[in-house]
Nanobody
Framework: QVQLVESGGGSVQAGGSLRLSCVAS????????MAWFRQVPGKEREGVAT?????????GNSVAGRFTISRDNAKNTLHLYLQMNSLKIEDTGMYYC????????????????WGQGTQVTVSS
């Protein structure tokens, strides 16, 4: 089993920055891809960024050039990060960390393990 716990969300003004963190524990040696998703009420969960075991990254169009995903592999624990710069009001949402043993991209259905989410609110 894999457990994911996010942190780092909060409120920030437009143009500001936040750094999200996710700690993965459990059977982390089997994890291939990790990703960040976000969701606002009434809308589908949106893929933000993904990173694979080789540290190859892929970003959603709305965040490319502003967000940076990274991961830190350690024995029995994985850390996933999302550096968010030049934040916009439309970046507001609940941000979820996800992981899977199979390589994936930005489809929510590609990930079996999910955290509880951390709220990001961007105001004008």
């Amino acid at each position: 089993q894999v457990q994911l716990v996010e942190s780092g969300g909060g409120s920030v003004q437009a143009g500001g920055s936040l750094r999200l963190s996710c700690v993965a524990s459990g059977y982390t040696s089997r994890i291939s891809s990790m990703a960040w998703f976000r969701q606002v009420p009434g809308k589908e969960r949106e893929g933000v960024a993904t990173i694979d075991i080789h540290n190859d990254t892929f970003y959603g169009n709305s965040v490319a050039g502003r967000f940076t995903i990274s991961r830190d592999n350690a024995k029995n624990t994985l850390h996933l990060y999302l550096q968010m710069n030049s934040l916009k009001i439309e970046d507001t949402g609940m941000y979820y960390c996800a992981a899977d043993e199979v390589a994936g991209y930005l489809g929510p259905q590609e990930y079996n393990h999910w955290g509880q989410g951390t709220q990001v609110t961007v105001s004008s």
